[in-house]
């Protein structure tokens, strides 16, 4: 195998790490800078500490991505077809970035997999393809949703009595820890993808074996590209999340960022499914804004949301699959 190749392949897979932290980086903070909990430079420093952190607790949902969504290609095209997989997942992640719009970069990933994998006539998993990313990308919403407006109502039942302000402030002091809490679950969830991509690499080139452990060069490359991805932040994304859905107070930040966080660790430790920290977190937000009252959220702006959640593992797959072409015809 070549090893310029291999090289290559794992240094696209930690630059999509990378785009995938300041991507992402608003899922874990938007809320508590935009209540003022946290300044923008504190709030994305802590998320990075807490991404590093995050990526080392596990490794099932990086199994599922090496094993259990295509077949692990061989030789020279089986390095292109992830190669492809990686661009088509960038690109989506530039355009959904330069627009503001809070798109999952797992199912970017994901579709960028599924298209180059196709184009590239390898088997596709469907069962698992169904099973571990599909019904998470439709049921994640509807529980964060779900559990959002319950969460914010039982806080407002709880301190229906406390004095409005000094609550607000001990919120404000919480959200510091529910924050940290969504970072640490977008690092348990979102390094682990792309160590189950690095994983696929090695094993294309006879380095490790399949079924091998995780090495730990692995973790320690894609979490700290996904730090410093997370540092360097997204604020255009930061926006749409923190005030353009709907304006928040600490409490509706606290039990957003709860809610997130325990959906987030939930999926990883009990299902091993690769959820998206961004549905997860845009729909607690919708769901805790509703309890105001339903037309404080700004329903338009989560339309246009949602409308991209739909395009992304299309998008990405149309774009890897061009990609493998491109790749086919110049290389292979």
């Given at each position: 195998m070549d090893t310029f190749a291999l090289i290559v392949t794992i240094g696209v897979a930690l630059f999509f790490t990378y785009t995938n932290g300041f991507h992402d980086s608003a899922n874990a903070i938007a809320t508590s800078v935009s209540t003022r909990a946290l300044t923008p430079r504190a709030a994305l420093a802590m998320a990075a500490v807490m991404n590093l952190a995050g990526a080392f607790m596990g490794s099932g949902v990086a199994k599922t991505v090496s094993e259990g969504v295509i077949e692990t290609p061989e030789g020279s095209k089986g390095m292109g077809i992830l190669f492809a997989a990686l661009v088509g997942a960038i690109v989506w992640n530039l355009v959904t970035w330069y627009f503001g719009l809070p798109s999952s970069s797992s199912h970017s990933l994901f579709g960028g997999m599924v298209g180059a994998a196709l184009a590239g006539s390898t088997t596709v998993y469907w069962d698992g393809v169904v099973d571990k990313i599909v019904i998470p990308m439709f049921v994640s919403p509807v529980v964060g949703l779900l559990a959002g407006y319950l969460v914010m109502t039982a806080i407002m039942w709880?301190?229906?009595?406390?004095?409005?302000?000094?609550?607000?402030?001990?919120?404000?002091?919480?959200?510091?820890?529910?924050?940290?809490?969504?970072?640490?679950?977008?690092?348990?969830?979102?390094?682990?993808?792309?160590?189950?991509?690095?994983?696929?690499?090695?094993?294309?080139?006879?380095?490790?074996?399949?079924?091998?452990?995780?090495?730990?060069?692995?973790?320690?490359?894609?979490?700290?590209?996904?730090?410093?991805?997370?540092?360097?932040?997204?604020?255009?994304?930061?926006?749409?999340?923190?005030?353009?859905?709907?304006?928040?107070?600490?409490?509706?930040?606290?039990?957003?960022?709860?809610?997130?966080?325990?959906?987030?660790?939930?999926?990883?430790?009990?299902?091993?499914?690769?959820?998206?920290?961004?549905?997860?977190?845009?729909?607690?937000?919708?769901?805790?804004?509703?309890?105001?009252?339903?037309?404080?959220?700004?329903?338009?702006?989560?339309?246009?949301?949602?409308?991209?959640?739909?395009?992304?593992?299309?998008?990405?797959?149309?774009?890897?699959?061009?990609?493998?072409?491109i790749i086919d015809l110049a290389v292979l």
């Open positions: 709880i301190f229906r009595r406390a004095n409005p302000h000094k609550a607000k402030r001990g919120f404000r002091i919480a959200q510091t820890v529910s924050a940290a809490g969504m970072a640490l679950g977008h690092g348990l969830q979102d390094a682990q993808k792309t160590m189950g991509i690095v994983v696929m690499a090695l094993v294309i080139a006879d380095v490790e074996d399949y079924g091998d452990p995780i090495p730990v060069w692995v973790k320690i490359s894609c979490a700290l590209m996904l730090s410093a991805g997370t540092y360097a932040g997204g604020w255009r994304i930061m926006r749409t999340l923190g005030r353009k859905i709907i304006e928040l107070d600490p409490p509706q930040g606290f039990a957003a960022e709860t809610t997130g966080a325990s959906i987030m660790f939930g999926s990883a430790f009990l299902f091993h499914a690769p959820i998206s920290t961004t549905h997860v977190i845009t729909s607690a937000i919708m769901g805790v804004g509703a309890t105001k009252r339903v037309n404080a959220v700004r329903w338009g702006v989560a339309k246009n949301i949602i409308m991209g959640w739909f395009i992304t593992m299309p998008a990405a797959a149309l774009v890897a699959a061009v990609s493998f072409w």
